[in-house]
T-cell receptor, first 112, second 109 residues
Framework: DAGITQSPRHKVTETGTPVTLRCHQT?????MYWYRQDPGHGLRLIHY???????DKGEVSDGYSVSRSKTEDFLLTLESATSSQTSVYFC???????????FGPGTRLTVL | GQNIDQPTEMTATEGAIVQINCTYQ??????LFWYQQHAGEAPTFLSY??LDGLEEKGRFSSFLSRSKGYSYLLLKELQMKDSASYLC??????????WGAGTKLIIKP
């Protein structure tokens, strides 16, 4: 299994508060991704990174920002959480953009 | 727009065979992936097809027809542990994965 961890695994927060989720990998893979998963929807890409300090937007990037200051860490920030951001968030990694993506265990976020 | 369609839910019997279909319309095609996801867990990779035909991996096989925009995942000798959701995803021309909503497979004894 790919060495990917996410923290926290569960979080409950209130509307309007900032939240940061962390993804950490030990595989030295270049590409890292943040997805959200909601019932009735497929996984949706929020942001991705193709190297240190190199990031780009995905399909549902509004309300989210990311940072990657080290190869192994990719942070997802909700500047001001809203109830519509209640979801399960998955981080994934791949060595090249065409390669299979491997997923972390997920973070369940509830915004009240 | 881009679209991946798969049945929402299927039921099968332990020991039997089940076929999960996936149809897609995407901007470009750079391969099709199948993942398994048990409830409350992360998706795990099952198979990858980029050329037409059948790829076999133990009890699981995956088929692709690019001209028809169609794939299926075939599971043989079903076991109770195969109860899970099965996700179909297509890599588009921008090398981004477009995901179906998943098929929940229920295995009955």
């Amino acid at each position: 299994d790919a060495g990917i961890t996410q923290s926290p695994r569960h979080k409950v927060t209130e509307t309007g508060t900032p939240v940061t989720l962390r993804c950490h990998q030990t595989e030295n893979h270049r590409y890292m991704y943040w997805y959200r998963q909601d019932p009735g929807h497929g996984l949706r890409l929020i942001h991705y990174s193709y190297g240190v300090k190199d990031t780009d937007k995905g399909e549902v990037s509004d309300g989210y920002s990311v940072s990657r200051s080290k190869t192994e860490d990719f942070l997802l920030t909700l500047e001001s959480a809203t109830s519509s951001q209640t979801s399960v968030y998955f981080c994934a990694i791949s060595e090249r953009e065409t390669d299979t993506q491997y997923f972390g265990p997920g973070t369940r976020l509830t915004v009240l | 727009g881009q679209n991946i369609d798969q049945p929402t839910e299927m039921t099968a019997t332990e020991g039997a065979i089940v076929q999960i279909n996936c149809t897609y319309q995407t901007s470009g095609f750079n391969g099709l992936f199948w993942y398994q996801q048990h409830a409350g867990e992360a998706p795990t990779f099952l198979s990858y097809n980029v050329l037409d035909g059948l790829e076999e991996k133990g009890r699981f096989s995956s088929f692709l027809s690019r001209s028809k925009g169609y794939s299926y995942l075939l599971l043989k000798e079903l076991q109770m542990k195969d109860s899970a959701s099965y996700l179909c995803a297509v890599m588009d021309s921008n090398y981004q994965l477009i995901w179906g909503a998943g098929t929940k497979l229920i295995i009955k004894p």
